[in-house]
């Protein structure tokens, strides 16, 4: 690792015969980025994964953002304790602690935080919400207040109890 690292001076850079970039690898003490053009041009935030081509590509001083998937975290330059798996996943964020899975989980989310998109194509309710709860299209929910909505219909098996505050299925 060398401190001097950078988008155009990576720790290993691959090409094909005619010189045309296929990867570079990127690594700090703390920080991994692997993927044409991952890790931004300064590659100087700290405990950061960066797979994928532009993963994490705009990082400049986040921590702790983890990114497996070709544009994924692309804009997150400053903020920290973000994931996301998958292509384009969360790739327009600039919050903290996001989770995003799936092909393009999030591709809308802009300046949320604290929010988890899970699913294919799954978004925020809009671009800079935070503390949004969204899987599958079938579960949505706020996860400051736990209020949560289930989408569709739902079947019990079993005895079903409520009580004031309280919903148990046996």
């Known amino acids: 690792a060398s401190a001097s690292q950078t988008v155009a001076n990576p720790l290993v850079l691959l090409q ?5 970039e296929l990867a570079r690898i990127n690594a700090t003490t703390t920080s991994l980025y692997f993927g044409n053009a ?8 700290v405990n950061n994964t ?4 532009s993963a994490l590509g705009a990082v400049s001083t986040g921590t702790a953002n983890t990114t497996l998937g070709s544009g994924a975290l692309a804009s997150v330059s400053v903020n920290s304790g973000n994931t996301a798996v998958g292509y384009q996943a969360g790739t327009l964020s600039t919050g903290s602690n996001n989770l995003f899975l799936g092909y393009q989980a ?4 802009t300046t ?23 899987i599958g299209g079938v579960l949505q929910g706020d996860t400051s ?7 569709g219909s739902l079947g019990v098996l079993s005895n079903l ?10």
């Open 145 to 151: 207040t736990l209020a949560a909505q289930f989408n």
């Open 50 to 53: 960066g797979i994928g081509a």
């Open 38 to 45: 991952a890790g931004g041009n300064s590659a100087a935030g």
């Open 16 to 20: 094909n015969s005619s010189s045309v």
């Open 106 to 109: 999030g591709a809308n989310a």
């Open 112 to 134: 949320g935080s604290n929010n988890i998109i899970i699913g294919a194509g799954i978004n925020a309710s809009s671009a800079g919400v935070s503390n949004e709860l969204r």
């Open 161 to 170: 109890t409520v009580d004031t505050n309280t919903l148990q299925v046996d």
